[in-house]
C-alpha cells in the first residue's frame, strides 16, 4: 500500500510540473516558479467549524462566534439586516466550482432569509427567497420587496414578508455591463441622502412616486461599498484596502460643459497587511514584491474585498467609525481607524503590524463586513478554497490550488461569523418592521447606526407628511446624529423648507451645515432664493464652503452668484470649492463670468468656464467615418465594453477611474504616437506616467493583451481604433498589419509591462 502511494505521489508531481494549458492570467516571460520551500507551506484541509474557529488569531479583548454555518448558508457574498434583524443574503453559488469555472453560466444562485427564532444567537431558520438566479452580487431591502441584481440586470421583486409576489420588474437592464465577474457593480447601500449607491458603477437609485429613477455619479470602488454617518462613501478595489470620498456624492460632478475631476476620494493608509499563515497561494505569488522572500507572506494587499465603516459602541467607544475591510487572499480582516485630515480622510492601521482577525486556515474567505443592529461585527466567508477567477488565474497558481487540493469541496460551504467585546453583551433584536412613522422617530437618535439609518429609510418609505413637527423637533435638537437624520427625513418627504436650512447654518458643526446646504439643492427655486442672504451671510469652514459654492451656483441668481464670487474670493484655493461652484453652473456659466467681470482669476476655473462656452458655439459636425473604418471602431467599441473589460479601469466615458486607469479622452498617449500605444496595447504599462501634463500612479500594472490567446491582432487593432476616435479623439484608424508588425518587432518584451522611460 505503502508502495502505491508513493507512485501517486509521484504521478501527482510529476503532472503539477508538465506544462498546462496556457491560464489567461500568464505572462509569457514571467518565471512562476515559486520561492517558497514546499516544507513551511501548510497543508489546507476543510475544517469543520469547531476547528475553524481554533485557528483564528483575534485582536485581544475580542470574542468571535459563528451565527450561521453550512448547511444553513452557501457561498455568502452580500447582507442586509430588515427591519425585524433577520438577514437577507445573496449566495454566491456557481462562483468557481472548479479550477476552470466550469458550468459558471448555470444559474443556481439564490437569495435567502435566515432566522434567529430563539433569541440564541445562532440561526435555525432558512427561507429560499429567489432561487435559480445567475450569480448575485447585490440586494437591497424595501418595506414592499428587494432590489437584487445578477450577472448583468438590476430588478425590483415585490414581496409580501418572505415571499416573492407577482413578476420581477426591471429597473437597470445594463447595471452589470461589461467586464467579469470580478468586476461586475455590485452591493447597493443607502445613502445618507436618500440615494442607493454601488460598487463598481457609476450609477445611483432613488424610487420617486413608484418609479425608480436612475442618476450618473462618480464611479467607485470594485467589491462592497459602505458611508460614514456623515454621509461620505467609502470603498476600494482589489489591490487598495481602503479609500474614502471627502465630501457627499455629487457635489462636483454633474456639469459636462467642461472636463472637470473633482479630487474628492483619496487612499486612506497604506495597504500593507500581515497574514499570520505561509501564502504562496496568491496569483502573482512568484513575485518577491507580492510575497516575502523572508517569511513567505503577503507584503500588500491583492484581494481586499467588502468593508463596513462600524458605526456602533459594541466593540468599545474607540473602535466607533473604525473601517473593516475584508482581505480574502490573506485571510483577515484589517482595521484602519479614520479621521479628517486637511481637504482628505486620513487613516491608520488601529492594530499596527497585526490584524483585527487573521486565520491559520488558508479556506477562510472574508469577502464582507457589516455593523449589526445587535452592535456586533459580521463577517461573511465564503469558505471557499478557490477565491480568484478563471480569468487571471495563473499557472502558478494553478498548481498551488491543485497541490493542496483547494479544488474541493466545490460547493456546499460558508459561515457568518459574529465578533463582540467580551465585556459587551449581544444588544437586543430589533422589531421596527410594524412600527408607525412618529413611532420610528425616536430610533433617529439611537447610538447604533444601524437602527438610525433603517429608522430613516422606513420614514422615507412610507411617505408620512404628518410628522414633520416632530422631525422639526429633532432637527432643532442638540442630538448630534439624530439631527442629521431628521434633516434628509424631511428631505426625502419634500418637507424640507428653506428656514429649515437656514437654522443650521446658526449651529456650531460645520457637518450639519455642510449636510443642510447639500439638501437644500432638493429645495424648489422659490426656497432657494429665498436662503440666499443667509447663504451669502455664513461664515463657511474649509468643508463647509465646498457646500456654499455649490448650493449658490446652482441658485443662479444675480445675488446668488455675487455671493458666489465672495465665496470663491475667499475659499476658491480649495480645488473643490471651485468643482463644486462649476458643478452647480451648468449652462449657466456665461452669466456668472458676466458677473464675476474678472475679480476672481483662476487658470482652472476659467479654462472649464472657456470650454464650457466654445461647447455651446461649436456648428462644425465631426467627422463622419465608414466602411471600414467604421466597422473596426464598432468592432473596438464591443471589445472595450466586453471582453477586453478595458471599461473596468478607463470608464465608459473614457475620463479613468480613481485609483485604476488614468483617462483616455483627450490623452496625448492615445491620439498621439501609434507605435507607442500599440506596444502598449500588446505588452501593458505600469505607471507612474504622465497624461496630458499630469501625473498618474494606479497601484496595479496595466496588462498587456499580447499574452490573451482570446484577443487577436484585428482584435487590438480594432481597440486602438475605438479608442483613437472615440469621445472627443480624432485620430485615424490602425491596421491589423500594423498591429501584427509591432507584435514581431517587440516579441522579447513578452508580455513584460513596460514603463514611460522605455516608451520615450
Known amino acids: 500500500m505503502c508502495f502505491v502511494r508513493l507512485i501517486f505521489r509521484a504521478v501527482l508531481l510529476a503532472l503539477l510540473a508538465s506544462p498546462l494549458v496556457a491560464q489567461q492570467g500568464d505572462r509569457k516571460g514571467h518565471n512562476m516558479a515559486s520561492f517558497v520551500p514546499e516544507d513551511v507551506i501548510p497543508p489546507a484541509p476543510f475544517l469543520k467549524i469547531e476547528e475553524a474557529l481554533k485557528a483564528f488569531k483575534l485582536a485581544p479583548g475580542f470574542v468571535i462566534e459563528p451565527v450561521a454555518t453550512e448547511p444553513f448558508v452557501d457561498m455568502p457574498c452580500?447582507?442586509?439586516?430588515?427591519?425585524?434583524?433577520?438577514?437577507?443574503?445573496?449566495?454566491?453559488?456557481?462562483?468557481?466550482?472548479?479550477?476552470?469555472?466550469?458550468?459558471?453560466?448555470?444559474?443556481?444562485?439564490?437569495?435567502?432569509?435566515?432566522?434567529?427564532?430563539?433569541?440564541?444567537?445562532?440561526?435555525?431558520?432558512r427561507v429560499v427567497f429567489l432561487d435559480k438566479l445567475l450569480l448575485p452580487r447585490s440586494l437591497y431591502l424595501l418595506d414592499d420587496g428587494i432590489l437584487w441584481a445578477n450577472q448583468e440586470s438590476l430588478f425590483f421583486q415585490k414581496r409580501s414578508g418572505l415571499k416573492p409576489v407577482g413578476k420581477r420588474v426591471m429597473v437597470d437592464e445594463e447595471y452589470a455591463r461589461g467586464g467579469n465577474v470580478e468586476h461586475k457593480a455590485n452591493s447597493l447601500v443607502l445613502g445618507l441622502d436618500n440615494w442607493i449607491y454601488n460598487a463598481k458603477s457609476d450609477r445611483r437609485y432613488k424610487k420617486v412616486k413608484d418609479q425608480w429613477v436612475m442618476e450618473k455619479t462618480r464611479f467607485r470602488g470594485q467589491w462592497g461599498l459602505d458611508r460614514d454617518d456623515y454621509g461620505r462613501l467609502?470603498?476600494?478595489?482589489?489591490?487598495?484596502?481602503?479609500?474614502?470620498?471627502?465630501?457627499?456624492?455629487?457635489?462636483?460632478?454633474g456639469n459636462p460643459n467642461a472636463k472637470m475631476k473633482a479630487g474628492i476620494s483619496a487612499r486612506v493608509s497604506s495597504n500593507r497587511v500581515w497574514p499570520i499563515r505561509v501564502t504562496p497561494g496568491v496569483n502573482r505569488g512568484y513575485q518577491r514584491g507580492t510575497i516575502s522572500p523572508e517569511n513567505y507572506k503577503l507584503i500588500n494587499a491583492t484581494g481586499a474585498s467588502g468593508l463596513t465603516i462600524f458605526r456602533s459602541n459594541g466593540l468599545g467607544e474607540q473602535l466607533y467609525g473604525t473601517a473593516f475591510i475584508t482581505e480574502a487572499t490573506g485571510n483577515l480582516v484589517k482595521a484602519i481607524s479614520i479621521e479628517d485630515g486637511e481637504g482628505a480622510i486620513v487613516g491608520e492601521h488601529t492594530f499596527g503590524e497585526k490584524e483585527f482577525l487573521a486565520s491559520t486556515d488558508e479556506r477562510f474567505r472574508p469577502v464582507n463586513?457589516?455593523?449589526?443592529?445587535?452592535?456586533?461585527?459580521?463577517?461573511?466567508?465564503?469558505?471557499?478554497?478557490?477565491?480568484?477567477?478563471?480569468?487571471y488565474v495563473t499557472s502558478y497558481l494553478r498548481k498551488q490550488i491543485m497541490s493542496r487540493g483547494l479544488d474541493k469541496p466545490a460547493n456546499g460551504h460558508g459561515r457568518i461569523y459574529r465578533i463582540r467585546h467580551?465585556?459587551?453583551?449581544?444588544?437586543?433584536?430589533?422589531?421596527?418592521?410594524?412600527?408607525?412613522?412618529?413611532?420610528?422617530?425616536?430610533?433617529?437618535?439611537?447610538?447604533?447606526?444601524?437602527?438610525?439609518?433603517?429608522?430613516?429609510?422606513?420614514?422615507?418609505?412610507?411617505?408620512?407628511?404628518?410628522?414633520?413637527?416632530?422631525?422639526?423637533?429633532?432637527?432643532?435638537?442638540?442630538?448630534?446624529?439624530?439631527?442629521?437624520?431628521?434633516?434628509?427625513?424631511?428631505?426625502?418627504?419634500?418637507?424640507?423648507?428653506?428656514?429649515?436650512?437656514?437654522?443650521?447654518?446658526?449651529?456650531?458643526?460645520?457637518?450639519?451645515?455642510?449636510?443642510?446646504?447639500?439638501?437644500?439643492?432638493?429645495?424648489s427655486q422659490r426656497e432657494k432664493n429665498s436662503l440666499v442672504p443667509a447663504v451669502a451671510a455664513f461664515k463657511a469652514g474649509a468643508?463647509?464652503?465646498?457646500?456654499?459654492?455649490?448650493?449658490?451656483?446652482?441658485?443662479?441668481?444675480?445675488?446668488?452668484?455675487?455671493?458666489?464670487?465672495?465665496?470663491?474670493?475667499a475659499n476658491g484655493s480649495n480645488p473643490i470649492v471651485k468643482e463644486a461652484a462649476f458643478t452647480g453652473l451648468k449652462d449657466r456659466e456665461?452669466?456668472?463670468?458676466?458677473?464675476?467681470?474678472?475679480?476672481?482669476?483662476?487658470?482652472?476655473?476659467?479654462?472649464?468656464?472657456?470650454?464650457?462656452?466654445?461647447?455651446?458655439?461649436?456648428?462644425?459636425?465631426?467627422?463622419?467615418?465608414?466602411?471600414?473604418?467604421?466597422?473596426?471602431?464598432?468592432?473596438?467599441?464591443?471589445?472595450?465594453?466586453?471582453?477586453?473589460?478595458?471599461?473596468?479601469?478607463?470608464?465608459?466615458?473614457?475620463?479613468?477611474?480613481?485609483?485604476?486607469?488614468?483617462?483616455?479622452d483627450?490623452?496625448?498617449?492615445?491620439?498621439?504616437?501609434?507605435?507607442?500605444?500599440?506596444?502598449?496595447?500588446?505588452?501593458?504599462?505600469?505607471?507612474?506616467?504622465?497624461?496630458?501634463?499630469?501625473?498618474?500612479?494606479?497601484?496595479?500594472?496595466?496588462?498587456?493583451?499580447?499574452?490573451?490567446?482570446?484577443?487577436?491582432?484585428?482584435?487590438?487593432?480594432?481597440i486602438l481604433t475605438f479608442t483613437r476616435h472615440a469621445w472627443s479623439n480624432r485620430s485615424n484608424q490602425v491596421e491589423e498589419s500594423f498591429v501584427k508588425d509591432s507584435r514581431e518587432r517587440n516579441k522579447t518584451q513578452q508580455g513584460v509591462p513596460y514603463k514611460e522611460s522605455e516608451l520615450n
Open 78 to 125: 452580500m447582507m442586509k439586516f430588515d427591519s425585524d434583524g433577520r438577514m437577507w443574503i445573496c449566495e454566491l453559488v456557481g462562483y468557481m466550482p472548479d479550477i476552470d469555472g466550469t458550468g459558471e453560466d448555470i444559474a443556481q444562485g439564490r437569495i435567502v432569509v435566515l432566522s434567529d427564532t430563539n433569541g440564541d444567537g445562532m440561526v435555525d431558520q
Open 422 to 523: 467580551k465585556n459587551k453583551p449581544r444588544g437586543p433584536a430589533p422589531r421596527l418592521g410594524k412600527l408607525s412613522a412618529d413611532d420610528l422617530i425616536p430610533y433617529l437618535n439611537h447610538p447604533n447606526g444601524w437602527w438610525r439609518d433603517t429608522a430613516q429609510r422606513l420614514i422615507v418609505e412610507r411617505g408620512n407628511t404628518q410628522s414633520e413637527n416632530r422631525l422639526v423637533e429633532v432637527l432643532e435638537s442638540n442630538h448630534k446624529l439624530g439631527r442629521l437624520h431628521a434633516l434628509w427625513c424631511l428631505e426625502g418627504l419634500n418637507l424640507l423648507k428653506a428656514e429649515h436650512v437656514a437654522f443650521t447654518l446658526k449651529s456650531d458643526s460645520e457637518k450639519f451645515s455642510s449636510s443642510a446646504l447639500m439638501a437644500a439643492l432638493s429645495l
Open 234 to 253: 467609502f470603498h476600494n478595489s482589489n489591490s487598495t484596502l481602503l479609500v474614502g470620498d471627502y465630501t457627499f456624492p455629487n457635489i462636483a460632478f
Open 590 to 664: 456665461a452669466v456668472f463670468l458676466g458677473i464675476n467681470n474678472g475679480r476672481f482669476n483662476n487658470s482652472s476655473l476659467d479654462k472649464w468656464l472657456q470650454e464650457a462656452l466654445q461647447k455651446n458655439l461649436r456648428k462644425v459636425a465631426p467627422p463622419k467615418i465608414k466602411g471600414q473604418h467604421l466597422a473596426s471602431f464598432q468592432r473596438g467599441e464591443k471589445l472595450y465594453m466586453g471582453r477586453a473589460a478595458c471599461i473596468g479601469c478607463h470608464g465608459a466615458d473614457g475620463a479613468g477611474l480613481d485609483n485604476l486607469g488614468p483617462p483616455l
Open 666 to 718: 483627450g490623452s496625448d498617449w492615445v491620439t498621439g504616437n501609434t507605435t507607442r500605444l500599440t506596444k502598449v496595447l500588446l505588452h501593458g504599462l505600469q505607471g507612474p506616467i504622465i497624461v496630458s501634463g499630469k501625473r498618474y500612479a494606479p497601484p496595479g500594472a496595466m496588462p498587456g493583451l499580447s499574452m490573451n490567446p482570446t484577443i487577436s491582432d484585428q482584435d487590438i487593432a480594432d
Open 543 to 569: 468643508e463647509s464652503s465646498i457646500y456654499k459654492a455649490r448650493l449658490l451656483a446652482d441658485t443662479g441668481t444675480s445675488k446668488a452668484l455675487e455671493a458666489l464670487v465672495s465665496t470663491l474670493r
Open 369 to 391: 463586513a457589516y455593523t449589526a443592529p445587535d452592535n456586533s461585527l459580521y463577517i461573511l466567508d465564503m469558505y471557499h478554497g478557490i477565491i480568484q477567477h478563471r480569468t
